[in-house]
Each structure stands twice: as C-alpha cells, then as structure tokens.
C-alpha cells in the first residue's frame, strides 16, 4: 500500500494534462454544437424521445437549458486558453456532465469519454502552463506556479484510457460472434453496396467481403486493442502503443461515424509520455544551417517541453541526449527529437525502427564500479 | 488538511473510480445502456418493426401515417427509431434498440396530448442477433387514458 500511495503522490509534471486540456476544450465545443444547432432550430431533447436516469434530475427551463450549454461552450473555450482555467475546466465538465446524463438517448461512447477526461483534467492542476493565466502571471511579475503536482490524476487517466482500449477487446474477445469473425463479415457484406457506391475498386471489395479474410482479421482487431491497452503501460512497446493506436483511431474515423471519439482518443495519447520535462539535451552547432533548422522547427513545437536546446561549439555534432544517459547523434538525433514531438511523432516513430535504439547508439558510460 | 488524511483521500478517491469503473464495464454485458462499459461496435445485429396505435374502438394504424399533428420520425429522435419499418442496423447492439424502442413506445404515450384516439402502441420487433436466425419480440406502451385527453 505504501508503494501504491508514494506512485499517487509523487510530484510529476503536468504538462501532458496542460496540453491535454487545450484540444479537450475545442472537442467540446464540436460535442455541444449539435445541441446548439438544434436549439437554433428550435428544438431541444425532450422534444423528442427521451428517457431520464432518474425521475429526480434537474430538467431545466428551456431558455436556461440553452443558456446552460452556451456557458458550457464559453467555459470550454476558456479551458482550451487557460483563462481562469480550474473554473473553466470544472464548469466545461459539468456541463457536459449535466447533459450527458439527462437521457439514455445522450449516452455514447465517445461522450462517456469525454466526461471521464474532463473529469480528470477538472481535478489536475492543469493551468499552470501552455495557459493564458501562466501569461498573466508573467506579465504582473509573480513567479511561475508549479507545474508538478501529485500523479494520481494523471494515473487516474491512463487507466481510463487502457479501460476504454481494454473493455473493448475484452467485450470482442468473449463473443464468439465476434472473435469468430461473423461480426465484421456480417456489417462488410452488407455495406457491399456503399463501398462499391464510394469507389472502392472490385478486387478490395472482394477481400473484404470473404468470410475466411474475417476470421483472421476479426482476432487482428482484438489482438490490436489488447496490445493498445496493455502495451500503453509498458515502457518498451508504449510508443508503438501509441502508433498503432494513431492508426486505429484513423481507420475507425475512415470506416464509422463515432462523433468526437477519435479526437479524445488521439489528444489523450498525450498523457503517455513521461511526466518529465526538459530531461533530454539537444546540442547544436548553431553554425550549421541544418541544426538552425531543426533547432527553429523543435522550438515551437516540443508541446510537452521534453527537450533543453543547448547551442555547442564550432564542430559540434546534432547529439541528443536522454533522460538515461544515452546519446544519439547526426541522422539518429534528429529523427529521435522528431519523433518525440507530437505532430511529427507518428511520422518519426516508425524511422526509430531503421536509426533508434541498437543503431549506432551510445550507451551510457558506467559512472562507478564496484570492486 | 494533515498529509496522513490528504494521503488517504487520495487513495479513496482513486480506488473508488478505478472499481466504480471496473463495476461498469462488468455491468456492461447485462446492461441494456451499457453506460461506461466501452463496448464499442459489438454486433452486426439487425433489426426492424410493424409499429401501429392501436385505437380505442380496436382499429391498428401504422405510425408510418402522421396523426394529430405528430410524426413518429420527429417523435422518436435519432436514436435509430427512425424508419423503424426498414431492416437497418442495431448501433449499439440489439438489446440497447429493443430497450429504446421500448421506452419510446412509453414515451409517446405520454406526450402526444392531441392525440385523442389512440389507446396504447405496439410493436412487432423482428431481429437478426449477428448472423443468427431472426427473432421476434412484441412491445406495448402501457395503455392512455382516451377519455380524459
């Protein structure tokens, strides 16, 4: 117990979360707009058919109903700017909260995620940095606040992102129909016609449509959510974790209409890396156009501040080195940094294969010896 | 707040989500809604229904006919009701569309007060679970008060 307590309570850093929030804020707008729009249009959900979780919720007026969601939207902005953001971020959650749970009929998936991440940030201290409050500190001279906090939200999301992976494979694993391939045959043969209406070419529509073709691709599905929910904690697989799931969510958004689920999915990926920052050292030799570059194109772009920019000497190789010593240099160095960015890490990751670890890679030098 | 209790709500809180979570998605294989329980594109099943009110003088009238002012599409929202009469797939598997469908019958019942004639819906369900063999299911709202509409 006493591990478990000292894994809630170790100070990390809440970057990820930080930057967790500011896409979070944006989905929510995208969830609330059908609401909007429907209430622009005059209509609201009990309008139609709805069925309340309990006869005791708070149904509000009309009016308010719709006002309510506007301050969710207003809030949801706020959050993603980091304007007064634990108010925001606690409002935007309940909000969205509120409106999720006044029917049956509101309940999805991807919304029940949602609420869990905005629960989570509502909870985190995830104001401190990437925010507009940060900026007005700075700006009145007060000094930065802490970025670390306790750990335990941030453990508290993964594991409500390897549930959502889990739980999923797990439903899909237990189901004969489903595990046995009858379930994705059965939906591919009757989107036959769709798929040859959207120019899917005869060959492919074909394999799909085989019945043998999904008894295989059936446990690939199930094997690939597995390794997602499971592979997310490991160290050594956490980033091809984190591909393959970038994959996965792209094929569920080309191939099914799951509202925002594949935005939350893919902004908490976030939350993997190491909740660590500026523990890796990027040397550069600022005369070379090449490390000016990249130097120029990590800058703005390392979201979760995992580097130090370190200008070297005249002659200095591009050399990174890690949080456990080791150190990669030229080509190796800058496909590592890359692929430790978040928009170019689905890119570089799969270059880690060719020029990461075990290619050309320095060890860390043993500091002591023993005798 | 002494650090002892800080530690210990904080462990409280955290075990209370991690099997409150847990709790939901077991629930997950018995409940209709299967809130929380992240069972994502479960089944292929299929589904369709003959929808009718049926009168108080005994007469059954296909909802597919609008009557006092209201149409079952407009009705029914967009939880897959819509074109009920029409073979169409089950999103969220087909206990979660029977459980709906169920409530809605309910649900109209309750809220169509021009309605003056209509004693109680009913619908008859034909489903396919997967790729098994169609089964069939009779739902009834419960029956409204005619005379006092």
Known sequence: MNRFDHALGRLVSMRALALLRIPAGLIVVLHLRPFLDDARNGHIYRDAFTEPYAAWYPELPRSLYVAVLWLGVAAAIAMAAGLCTRLATATTFGVVAYNLFLSTTHMHNN?????????LLAVAPCGRELSADAWIRRRQGKPPLD????????LLLRFEASVVYGASAVSKLVDPDWFGGNVTWDRTVRDRSDMFASGVPDWLVSILTDRDFHTFAAKVIVLTELFIAIGLWVRVTRYAAVWVAVCFHIAIELSASVQVFSLVAISALVIWAEPATRDRVVSFDPAVAAHRRLVAFVRPLDWLARFRLEPGSSGTPLRVVDRDGSEDTDVAAAVLVLSRLPVTAFFALPALLVFGRGHARARPKAVASGS | MGSRARILGRRTAVLVVVLLQLGMVVRGYTADHKEFAFQMFSESSTWRADIVRVTADGRRIPVDEPWAGYEWDELVGDRGLRFAAVRHHADAGVDNQLAFLAAALDWLADNTPNDTETLYLEATVTYWRN???????VFRSHDRNVQAQ
């Open chain 1, 111 to 119: 919304r029940a995620y949602l609420v869990v991440v905005l629960a």
């Open chain 1, 147 to 154: 970025p670390s906090a306790p750990a335990w939200p941030l």
């Open chain 2, 131 to 137: 790729t098994h063999a169609p089964e069939t299911v």
